[in-house]
């Protein structure tokens, strides 16, 4: 891979105009095709397998009627002055008329003949029901009902859209500017140059330009959530900067070195570029990995970050020689401060060089001390909590927020997500009574707030009873009394009359997703630790490299979930992140975390351990090797970590409880990755064990493929081929890969 790499250096620095347009002209005829093509975001889903899902698909094929999506009208008082006031309920009909009159509406309920106002007279909801689902109705019919307010409004009665289907809110995208703004800051303060600091911001730019105008017009034809052009835009963004910053790097080094321009892009490529390769395939395939899970949202979540990653690899060993090529010995032009190369001799009485210096001195209390930390930390996961969001999530100052309040308030939190029982009657001898065993059943529970009549079709086969649980959705109550109904009170029923009962609804899905997610986890886990530790052992020939990393993932996960736990469900810390109030981690976040930080754990991994071996086989000194591996490679490791935690911690800043979980874990996860993981147990371990760390029995070593991912075997060929004869450096290097 590395002659590949070493290859398409110098061809895209010789070409590098053609690789400019080619790029820039991708980038806007992507975001052209998804102005044309592009659709919208729809967090409404599907789980295939689950008891939820498949009543749902009983009921499209024979209650088409019932199989649609609804959108909830709450009407509340400004006053004290009931809804049943004459002037008000007048105001609140014409409203209903209007909705009734809104595109693809089939019906609509009327609060005052529907028993839907609370008992103080004060709140009501009526039901705006569609005939298809919530993600086939039209932007213009979910936007409709914004404009039809005006008559209730003018009696002083406020209303609040709520349920499956309501205009899109969307979020501001002015946290990516924040994060991009300190990773400006320390580019300059690495490189102390304007224009070396701008060539990772301009490829990381183009890369989440291009890699956003696809999802978006992928959302033309598959359904997209909310949620998956926020992580294809944090994710590309980081790893676009960071790939380029150790290619950047790399590439200083060769020039101050002596290097002419072109063939240190080229080695830079074939080095630090193989690394990047190597990095960012192991997230894609992580990424991608996620399809194995059959969750279909996850899947295109998964493919869209993957292939935003994907384009930023592709740029990094393309389109950044090309632009390394532009800028030629102006690279540390315009400089800001003290330019820095990042050669050896600037690192060797550095801030990381001391402290490389106290670890490996004292391996064993810096192990001791860095893994009681990672320990402590992960103490709150023992009572992680999964769940999904809903609408009492939703930042406070939404229109599906305030409903959500408003029907707690007038009717109780188990309003807002009520269950949907569907029951498969063509088995029962006697439908009628099987009914009416499981509607007395069920209102006996003390879960249950109410238990609405039966309704049936026109068959006679099936039929829906709607049950409104006590408590809110994303209640652990309400998770268990969903699981309570399913087990130990609809089942028996089934067996004595022949009517299979299901328990569904948007909240029991949601239920669904996270048991299903929960269930998923530890396969994921064992199929990405396990991969890490193939790769690494054939990366760095020893067995105790690939255990250490597997290990260094289990508690930068742990602890890092440990965190969520304390901040979003101990409330710790709620007020200063800008938290409202206490909920469950997101269910689809740890699988998330777990591909994503295995890629982003390799690249930090590969690049520390990567000197570290260099300096070994050239020494064989294990504690000396150690000190200068980290001393050489803990400066960039230090800017690039700390780039992703400024991007990554910025989507921290807006509402959205599950952008701001997603900023707050992926942060967390590469603060401790980059720090107690990679600065303090990686170097203590490997100082501790000595030449133990490298050992590897040799019949393994001989099965084992030589990867070579940094170029280790080119450079030293290169080299050689200079020492031969240093006048024809550019002949010798072009007959040695085949330029």
Do not use: C
């Not at 029991?508 to 790769?535: N, Q």
């Amino acid at each position: 891979m590395s002659k590949i790499l070493y290859r398409l250096g110098h061809w895209s620095v010789r070409h590098r105009r053609w690789v400019l347009a080619a790029w820039l002209t991708l980038l806007i005829g992507a975001g052209a095709l998804s102005g044309a093509l592009g659709g919208t975001t729809s967090d409404a889903f599907t789980i295939p397998g689950t008891e939820s899902q498949k009543a749902m698909d009983l009921l499209e094929e024979r209650f088409p009627e019932q199989s649609g999506s609804s959108a909830r009208l709450v009407f509340a008082s400004d006053d004290d002055t009931p809804l049943t006031d004459p002037a008000r309920r007048a105001g609140i009909e014409a409203t209903l008329a209007a909705a009734a009159d809104a595109p693809d509406v089939v019906s609509v309920t009327d609060p005052f003949t529907a028993g839907t106002v609370s008992s103080e007279g004060l709140i009501a909801f009526a039901d705006v029901s569609y005939p298809v689902p919530a993600n086939e109705v039209s932007e213009e019919a979910a936007t409709a009902l914004e404009e039809i307010a005006a008559p209730a409004e003018a009696t002083g009665v406020r209303m609040e859209i709520g349920g499956d289907v309501g205009p899109q809110e969307e979020l501001g995208h002015t946290s990516e500017l924040i994060g991009l703004g300190v990773a400006i800051i320390v580019l300059l303060l690495s490189f102390g140059s304007l224009v070396a600091m701008g060539l990772p911001i301009a490829t990381a730019l183009i890369g989440v330009g291009v890699g956003i105008s696809g999802i978006g017009v992928l959302s033309a034809f598959t359904d997209l959530s909310s949620t998956a052009p926020v992580l294809a835009t944090m994710i590309g963004l980081a790893v676009g900067i960071d790939y380029a910053l150790f290619i950047v790097t790399r590439h200083r080094q060769n020039v101050a070195e002596g290097l002419d321009v072109e063939e240190s892009a080229a080695r830079a490529n074939a080095t630090a570029g193989g690394a990047v390769v190597f990095a960012g395939l192991t997230v894609v395939i992580a990424l991608a990995g996620l399809a194995v899970i059959g969750i279909p949202f996850l899947t295109v979540m998964g493919l869209g970050a993957a292939f935003t990653v994907l384009l930023s690899v592709g740029i990094a060993v393309t389109l950044l020689p090309a632009l390394l090529g532009f800028a030629g010995h102006n690279i540390d032009r315009w400089r800001i401060g003290r330019t820095r190369t990042g050669s050896a001799s600037e690192s060797h009485d550095t801030l990381s060089a001391r402290w490389a210096r106290r670890v490996v001195a004292r391996p064993g209390v810096a192990l001791a001390g860095g893994l009681a930390l990672m320990l402590l930390l992960a103490v709150p996961m023992l009572s992680l909590r999964l769940g999904m969001p809903d609408a009492g999530t939703a930042p406070q100052d939404t229109t599906r927020r305030q409903a959500y309040d408003l029907l707690a308030e007038g009717f109780g939190p188990g309003f807002n997500g009520p269950l949907t029982l569907v029951a498969d009657t063509s088995g029962a001898a006697d439908p009628d009574a099987a009914l009416a065993e499981v509607v007395a059943a069920v209102t006996e529970d003390p879960g249950v707030q109410l238990v609405a009549p039966p309704v049936p079709n026109e068959a006679g086969d099936t039929a829906i009873i709607a049950v409104v649980p006590r408590t809110s959705p994303s209640s652990a109550d309400t998770s268990s009394l969903v699981h309570h109904l399913r087990d130990d009170v609809l089942a028996p029923i089934g067996e004595a009359t022949g009517a299979e009962v299901s328990v569904a609804g948007q909240t029991a899905l949601l239920i669904d997703v996270s048991d299903k997610m929960a269930t998923a986890l530890p396969t994921f886990m064992v199929l990405v630790i396990g991969l890490t530790m193939v790769l690494l052992l054939a990366v760095f020939r020893s067995l105790l490299v690939p255990v250490k990393a597997a290990i260094a993932i289990l508690l930068s996960i742990g602890s890092s979930f440990g965190v969520l736990v304390a901040i979003f469900q101990w409330g710790w810390l709620q007020q200063l992140v800008g938290l409202e109030e206490s909920v469950p981690v997101i269910s689809f976040l740890p699988i998330l975390m777990f591909a994503v930080l295995f890629g982003l754990s390799m690249d930090y991994e590969v690049f520390i351990l990567s000197r570290i071996r260099e300096d070994y086989i050239r020494t064989g000194r294990a504690r000396e090797s150690v000190l200068s591996g980290l001393t050489s490679s803990a400066r960039v490791i230090t800017a690039a970590a700390l780039i992703m935690i400024s991007v990554f911690a910025s989507f921290a800043l807006t509402d959205d409880p599950t952008t701001k979980m997603l900023g707050i874990g992926f942060s967390m996860a590469v603060l401790l990755d980059a720090t107690v993981v990679r600065m303090v147990l990686v170097p203590a371990t490997m100082a501790l064990f000595g030449d133990r760390a490298w050992w590897l029995p040799g019949w393994l070593d001989r099965l084992l493929p030589d990867l070579d991912i940094e170029g280790e075997h080119l450079i030293e060929q290169l080299e050689e081929d200079d020492a031969r004869d240093p006048r024809h450096e550019d002949d010798a290097d072009r007959e040695l890969v085949g330029v």
